[in-house]
Each structure stands twice: as C-alpha cells, then as structure tokens.
C-alpha cells in the first residue's frame, strides 16, 4: 500500500511539473516598459486631449485605501492618451496587477503599436484589461475596444477581484465602443472583434460587403421616373393678377386685445 500510494504521489508531481512547463513555454514573455517613454508632455497635446488627460487623471482616486482599484500608476493614463493621440503610433496595452503582494495596484504590463496581432501574441495567462484601438471598415476608422481576460483556471479570488476592479478600469478608460470580457483566450478573434463593431454601430456600410445589391442603375432609373412624372403633371402657364386690390370686412369683436375693442373701433376706417 505504501508503495502504491508513493508511486502515485511521484506520478501527480511528474503531471505536475510537466504542466508548469509546457505553461511556462505557451506563456508569453512581456518585454520591459519604458516607463520614462510612455510620460506624455501635456504641450504635444492639443486642447481637447490636454482636457481629456486632466478628466482622466480626476476619475482616478487618488489615495486608494483596502480594496480600491490603485490605477495611481502615471504610466496608465499616459499610455492611454497616447493610444487616444491621431498622431501617436501606440494603439494597445495591457494593464495587470504587478505583484502578488500589491493584490490592488493596476499597471501597464505591456503596449505597443502592431495592432490586434501584437497585442494577441501578448496576452498572458493571468487577469488582464486591454485597450486597443483597432482600424474598421473600409475607411479605416478608429474604433477603441475595452476587454477583460479572465481565464477560467484562475481561482474564484482573483476572479471575484477582477470584477470589482473593472467598473473602475472601464470609468477610467471612459472612450469606447465596445466592452467585452473573455474567459478563454480562443475567443480572442478578429472576426467576433467585427461582428461585435458591427453590431454596436448599427447599419454596415462597408463596400467589400458582396450582398448590398447593385446601385449601378440607380441614377438612371430615378432620372427616368421622374421624367415620366413630369410630362404627366405638366403646368400652365403662370397667370398673374393685376388688380384692382379688394378687401373683405371682418368682424373682430369678442377677441382678446391689449386696447379696449371700442378704443380699437375708433381706429378703423370703414371701408363701406
């Protein structure tokens, strides 16, 4: 019995640490932040992000205390406005909890400016928020996306944790078209990245749709139709009265005035 019971124990540690290692090939390796990098100089911004980086900074508390969300970290609001600049290349990062000891405290993990595929190849296997800006549609526009990847092999803790600090990432992150969370990293797809832009934006005017139907005959068609129903409504020629001018008397009394009705009688002429 006791052999059986070691063998057995010997096998779990085995399964053991072959899983940490294929976790530990599979986990991404984050490059360091340049934090001095990611510090925006309010006089490169024009009006309206120097204002939006001054609201950031006030939805941020700033003395956190137990199990407030710490987003104090200057590098998250700078690396968000700069993700928010039209002339910046940074589109994405990653905020995540730092340290195990500082279970509160929100930094930012990872950014850069390759896009969705970057950012993919970054995500870890831990509690993540994410802010990209992705390129949509045929124009390009900008569309920001806030996301949050929980993994389903997380403890219930940590789970519960990410919950209550995300209303307070997403107030700060006030700018987005679309709030998504993710429980497995499979999910994190372009095409339900689309289907999601589209369904938040309503009508889809993209020209690489292939069902739109053909306009190319519609300029002529209206044209036509409307040249049919002109000669069926032709007008005459405008006939114009000379005169001489006629008058129709009325009678005013009973409505409401400023002057008295017999002061305004005195003021009419008849014209009898």
């Not at 984050?30 to 120097?50: C, G, H, K, S, T």
């Not at 199990?67 to 990653?94: C, E, F, G, H, K």
């Not at 497995?184 to 369904?199: G, P």
């Not at 008058?247 to 009688?265: C, E, L």
């Amino acid at each position: 019995k006791a052999a059986a019971e070691k063998a057995a124990a010997e096998k779990a540690a085995a399964e053991k640490a072959a899983a940490e290692k294929a976790a530990a090939v599979e986990k991404p390796v984050l490059p360091a932040i340049d934090r001095e990098a990611l510090e925006v100089n309010p006089a490169d911004l024009d009006a309206a992000l120097e204002k939006e980086m001054k609201e950031a900074q006030l939805r941020i508390t700033r003395n956190p205390t137990g199990r407030q969300t710490d987003l104090t970290d200057p590098a998250v609001v700078s690396t968000y406005i700069r993700i928010r600049n039209n002339n910046d290349d940074l589109n994405w990062m990653i905020l995540g909890y730092p340290s195990a000891n500082t279970p509160n405290k929100i930094t930012v993990l990872a950014c850069g400016t390759g896009g969705w595929n970057e950012m993919y190849q970054s995500i870890p296997d831990d509690a993540i928020y994410i802010y990209i800006e992705y390129k949509f549609g045929d124009t390009g526009r900008s569309k920001f996306v806030f996301m949050t990847f929980v993994p389903d092999s997380l403890s219930g803790m940590k789970k519960s944790r990410v919950l209550g600090h995300r209303p307070a990432v997403e107030k700060l992150l006030k700018y987005m078209q679309i709030s998504w969370h993710v429980l497995e990293k499979s999910e994190f797809t372009e095409e339900t990245l689309i289907k999601k832009l589209l369904a938040a934006g309503g009508a889809n005017y993209s020209v690489q749709e292939a069902d739109k139907g053909d306009f190319s005959s519609y300029k002529k068609t209206t044209r036509d139709f409307y040249s049919e129903t002109d000669k069926k409504t032709a007008l005459g020629p405008v006939v114009y009265q000379t005169g001489p001018l006629t008058t129709t008397p009325m009678d005013i009394s009973g409505r409401p005035m400023v002057a008295a009705p017999t002061d305004f009688r005195n003021n009419i002429v008849d014209l009898k």
